[in-house]
């Protein structure tokens, strides 16, 4: 089956809200492109949500594009320049990358909700590696 990026999208914010975290949400989505089951992925990135776990560093959400990427490219320099592609594109699209900043944890006001954060490191992690074929 060819999913759309849309659908991909619309796929990780299903697990999203089915009990995966951002990161797992994101990384689980690929799991067929990057050659490892649900499970394995998702303990994987168990530890990688809200932030690292603590909405201090970057979204969960990212970590899981640039793992999957990492996974599917099993080329560190095409790995390098698909994470700083997405960071780079998540930047200009929310302003931060950082967990607790997007959520709004300290002025209140949220920049980007979690379904957001998962659908852009979906679509940018889609969008790099198409690039890369």
């Known amino acids: 089956m060819c999913e759309t990026i849309q659908e991909k999208c619309e796929k990780a914010v299903a697990k999203k809200h089915s009990g ?3 990161a797992q949400a994101v990384a689980c989505t690929f799991c067929e492109e990057a050659g490892l089951d649900d499970e394995t992925m998702r303990n994987l990135m168990q530890g990688f949500g809200a932030g690292l776990a603590t909405m201090e560093g970057n ?10 990427a990492g996974m599917i490219n099993k080329d560190q320099m095409n790995t390098f320049q698909d994470a700083r592609l997405i960071m780079q594109q998540f930047m200009e699209q929310n302003g931060t990358v950082i967990c607790k900043e997007l959520k709004g944890i300290e002025t209140g006001h949220v920049v980007r909700d979690c379904d957001d954060c998962v659908r852009d490191a979906v679509c940018f992690l889609e969008e790099a590696l198409q690039k890369g074929m």
């Open 59 to 68: 979204c969960g959400a990212i970590a899981g594009a640039v793992a999957a």
């Open 20 to 22: 995966y975290n951002c």
